[in-house]
């Protein structure tokens, strides 16, 4: 994992011969933190993360080449302990979307870490904040408090680098992913005028944590600010056009009037995104600013030979989860991750794009090898159970439009390998006797899979979840799935209890009633 991010992000690892530092995360289970920690550990620092609730980062895959510290950046006591030892920290909290006054509680939080620096002998702090210009009277409330802990954090004895960046690309960004959803739900958006005008210098996750390892290497005599951007800067309106041209899907009209205020249109986001509506107020506020990089220098300075990626390869980099899932990964174990810009399990629920589910579970006496034949039967001249009219039916109207239909069949009766055409499906993962998942290559508004995946259980049974999952594309998408709902739920329903039959059918498998579990 730590070397996958440093390599996305174009860092070196670490030479053997030289000593890393002794890094703080304060922030690590969010966004950038939980990203930023695995480029630490490539670079050869050795990493200690803060956290209120060390709990939460139980399931992130390099919690063991880490040291967890219980620390809370409203509690000086805490942090004063939390941070003795170490060379550099980093702040990366931001109490924006889980209070309402955030503004007060991010001032608290600087000015503690602060102290606490000073007292534990810090050698660095170092903060991402926004970018903007310095008048706090033409900033949004969200901006101006990202200066205002910029100003704290470097007020002491500590040398501080901030960075200041606008939108990150990347999924989880809570930014991209309101620019996410407001263009794949909306053919038709009515915007304020000014986010046809506002400029904004948008950077890829990739590049903003080549940035932040890159810090440590440079001298920490005084303090610095250095601003942070990719090499396009574009309109909100360039950037929700671009991301419907790199989605594939059709152009946008967006339409600028001049009396929807911040307010109403923060409503609106919380409308059509699942963003909070504490997240999406002050970010939509924000939209009114210039953020753009007005003094490059410092930052060519911190890039040295690492290529930026413009918005469009951002994008792309940040939509790739969905089409090049790890073949090693199970969703019904954790969400798919490997990259930086990859949707990750520390992230929040509304990370990595909509996701549309069917999820069944059936538990039986037939033996888990029975259970797995039966799966990897499906298909061909078997067919699909007791759901083989609405399959046959779904075949044809696929025909009509184009698409494969149901007339590949399967090469081999009995036998599956990876790349199989399977009727309309292609077989994308083949792991017996544990886990099979099918790609749909039907016409679609979307990409949607089939998953199964079985388990033995302690008592002799078997149980055997199945898991249909579509990314829609466009408001197309959503309503293909939401008119189909009813047949959906029938066709699923018919098909765990077909799967089970047959396994239950096999010879030699001692048998238990089924039990459907959901």
């Excluded at 006054?101 to 606490?116: C, V």
């Excluded at 069949?409 to 399977?422: C, I, K, M, N, T």
Aim: aromatic share 6%; proline share 6%; hydrophobic share 45%.
């Amino acid at each position: 994992m730590a070397q996958a991010a440093a390599a996305e992000a174009g860092i070196e690892e670490a030479d053997p011969e030289r000593a890393g530092l002794n890094v703080g995360v304060i922030g690590a289970t969010g966004y950038v933190g939980g990203r930023l920690v695995p480029a630490l550990l490539a670079a050869g620092h050795r990493v200690r993360c803060l956290a209120r609730t060390p709990d939460r980062l139980g399931r992130v895959p390099w919690r063991a080449e880490v040291e967890v510290a219980r620390a809370d950046v409203l509690d000086r006591a805490s942090l004063c302990q939390a941070l003795a030892g170490l060379d550099a920290v980093y702040y990366l909290v931001h109490a924006m979307g889980h209070t309402e006054d955030f503004e007060r509680t991010d001032r608290t939080g600087a000015l503690n870490t602060r102290i606490a620096a000073e007292h534990a002998g810090v050698g660095r702090l170092v903060y991402l904040g926004g970018l903007g210009g310095d008048d706090p009277s033409t900033l949004s409330h969200h901006l101006a408090s990202r200066h205002e802990v910029g100003r704290i954090l470097g007020s002491g004895t500590v040398p501080l680098t901030e960075l200041r960046a606008a939108v990150i690309i990347g999924s989880g960004s809570a930014s991209f992913e309101m620019l996410r959803c407001l263009v794949e739900v909306l053919p038709v958006m009515v915007c304020p005028r000014w986010v046809t005008r506002t400029r904004c210098q948008p950077i890829a996750i990739v590049d903003v944590l080549h940035c932040l390892v890159a810090v440590l290497d440079s001298p920490a005599g005084g303090s610095q600010l250095i601003e942070v951007g990719g090499p396009d800067a574009l309109t909100y309106q360039q950037m929700m056009e671009r991301y419907a041209a790199v989605a594939g899907l059709r152009r946008r009209l967006i339409l600028g009037v001049p009396v929807l205020t911040p307010r109403l249109s923060s409503h609106w986001v919380n409308l059509v995104t699942p963003l909070p509506i504490g997240l999406a107020r002050p970010l939509v506020d924000s939209l009114r600013n210039d953020v753009v990089v007005s003094d490059p220098d410092p930052l060519a300075a911190l890039l040295g030979s690492h290529r930026r990626m413009g918005f469009d390869e951002a994008v792309r980099s940040a939509l790739a989860h969905v089409q090049d899932l790890d073949v090693s990964t199970s969703w019904i174990d954790s969400a798919p991750a490997g990259t930086p810009a990859s949707p990750m399990p520390h992230d929040p629920h509304w990370a990595g794009g909509t996701v549309l589910e069917d999820v069944r579970t059936a538990t039986t006496g037939a033996s888990p090898e029975a259970v797995f034949a039966a799966v990897a039967g499906v298909g061909g001249d078997r067919g699909w159970y007791f759901a083989n009219r609405l399959w046959a039916a779904r075949g044809w109207v696929d025909k009509l439009l184009g698409g494969v239909g149901m007339r590949r069949g399967r090469r081999h009766p009995d036998e599956l390998r990876v790349g199989d055409a399977l009727d309309f499906f292609r077989v994308e993962v083949h792991e017996p006797p544990r886990l099979l998942r099918l790609r749909a290559e039907m016409r679609l508004p979307g990409q949607a899979w089939l998953e199964w995946q079985v388990w033995a259980n302690d008592d002799g049974t078997a149980t055997l979840s199945q898991r249909a999952r579509f990314h829609p594309r466009g408001i197309s998408g959503r309503a293909y799935w939401w008119l189909l709902a009813v047949p959906h739920a029938i066709i699923w329903r018919r098909l765990i209890a077909g799967l089970v039959r047959a396994a239950e059918a096999r010879p030699a498998s001692p048998c238990r009633p089924l039990k459907l579990v959901s």
